[in-house]
Each structure stands twice: as structure tokens, then as C-alpha cells.
């Protein structure tokens, strides 16, 4: 089964910063992944996916993530974050060769200070 | 277009009553639906999937189940609740097994 690591449990930046909220998973011959964000007390909403082709992925808001086989990682990037951006961020796996059901991370959060 | 909705918003119960947490999509047929919960820090843990009526796979054992009577409806339920119970329950969609999954707004459970 496939696990994803987020090695990062809380992320403080100043807006206007860049910011990577780092993401690993677990080797397997290939892979889906998402990244989803979440607001306080509602439900998740994505941000972008990667199933096949391009290495960089572009999503809403001006995030941008990069799968990486070699180094199983798939970050997601911001050139310049907003305060509006302070939320957790969640990755998944999931594996078209197998039953396809998400395994999420254990999230980061994003602070966005002023 | 396609929605979900979840409800109760929060819910407070004592420990040892029961529990039904309700779920709908409108918009879509035969969705593959998912029940979710989420612990501070420890990110989401499935509890069930449903591919479709009468169809559910537990994937902890504890003392929830699940249950899917119409193709769109998706309730969570227990006979007894217990106080680890309490947490952010995440009903979620998608269109067929490779999509990205749809989240409804969560229920906030506290156990008393």
C-alpha cells in the first residue's frame, strides 16, 4: 500500500514569500497525486493533480507543484504567498494499479503572517 | 453541476447514544462515495467506501458502520458512541475511481 510523508506538520512564511510545502511517497511503478487544501471547519478542496505527462503541475491560486520520480516527492510551490493562502494542505497517493482510494498525508499547515 | 451536502454541521452527543450522520450528491449517478474522519495532526483516515447500493467496504474495524440505501445517499451511523469517536467526519465523491475526490463541508462530532 502506498504511504505519503509530509515532513512538515506547520509551515510559518510572511506574505509575500515564497513558500514549498514538501510531499514523499512510497515507491511504486506509478502513481496519481494530489494536493488539497483546507479551509477552517469545511472540507477539503483540491488544488491540483498529476496523473500523467508534464512533470509540473499548475493549479489554482498560482500553486504549482513538481512530480519527481526519482526522488518519490511531489512539492508544491508559491512564488508569493497571499494571507489568504493560511490553511492545511494535504498530499495524496493514490495507485492506478491498484484500488485507486486516496492515502492522504498527515497535512501541514500554512501560517501566512503579515 | 454536481454538489454534496453533509449535515448535521456539528453535533454533540453523550457517550453511549447513537449516531447518523447523512450524505448526498445531486448531479451525478452511481458515484463512488467515501466517509472520511479527521483527527488533529493525524491527517485522514478512510472509514468506508461505497462503489455503489448496498455496497460498502469497511476499512477500520471500530464501532461505526455505514450504509448506502439510494445511489446518492451515504449515512454514517452508530448504535453506541464512545468518546474517541469525536472528530471531523469528511463525506467525500468521485465520478469513478481515477478522479479526484469531492468534499462535503464536514461535521464536527463531540462526544461528551
Known amino acids: 500500500a502506498q504511504s505519503v510523508t509530509q515532513l512538515d506538520s506547520q509551515v510559518p512564511v510572511f506574505e509575500e514569500a515564497p513558500v514549498e510545502l514538501r510531499c514523499n511517497y512510497s515507491s511504486s511503478v506509478s502513481v496519481y497525486l494530489f494536493w488539497y487544501v483546507q479551509y477552517p471547519n469545511q472540507g477539503l478542496q483540491l488544488l491540483l493533480k498529476?496523473?500523467?505527462?508534464?512533470?509540473l503541475v499548475k493549479g489554482i491560486n498560482g500553486f504549482e507543484a513538481e512530480f519527481n520520480k526519482s526522488q518519490t516527492s511531489f512539492h508544491l510551490r508559491k512564488p508569493s504567498v497571499h494571507i489568504s493562502d493560511t490553511a492545511e494542505y494535504f498530499c495524496?497517493?493514490?495507485?492506478?494499479?491498484?484500488?485507486?482510494?486516496?492515502?492522504f498525508g498527515r497535512g501541514t499547515s500554512l501560517i501566512v503572517h503579515p | 453541476s454536481q454538489t454534496i451536502h453533509q449535515w448535521p454541521a456539528t453535533l454533540v452527543q453523550p457517550v453511549g447514544s447513537p449516531l447518523s450522520l447523512e450524505c448526498t450528491v445531486e448531479g451525478t449517478s452511481n458515484p463512488n462515495l467515501y466517509w472520511y474522519r479527521q483527527a488533529a495532526g493525524r491527517g485522514l483516515q478512510l472509514l468506508f467506501y461505497s462503489v455503489g447500493i448496498g455496497q460498502i467496504s469497511s476499512e477500520v474495524p471500530q464501532n461505526l458502520s455505514a450504509s448506502r440505501p439510494q445511489d446518492r445517499q451515504f449515512i454514517l451511523s452508530s448504535k453506541k458512541l464512545l468518546l474517541s469517536d469525536s472528530g471531523f467526519y469528511l463525506c467525500?465523491?468521485?465520478?469513478?475511481?481515477?478522479?479526484?475526490?469531492?468534499f462535503g463541508n464536514g461535521t464536527r462530532l463531540t462526544v461528551t
Open positions: 467525500a465523491w468521485n465520478p469513478q475511481s481515477d478522479s479526484p475526490l469531492h
Open positions: 498529476y496523473l500523467s505527462g508534464s512533470t
Open positions: 495524496a497517493v493514490s495507485d492506478p494499479g491498484g484500488s485507486y482510494i486516496p492515502t
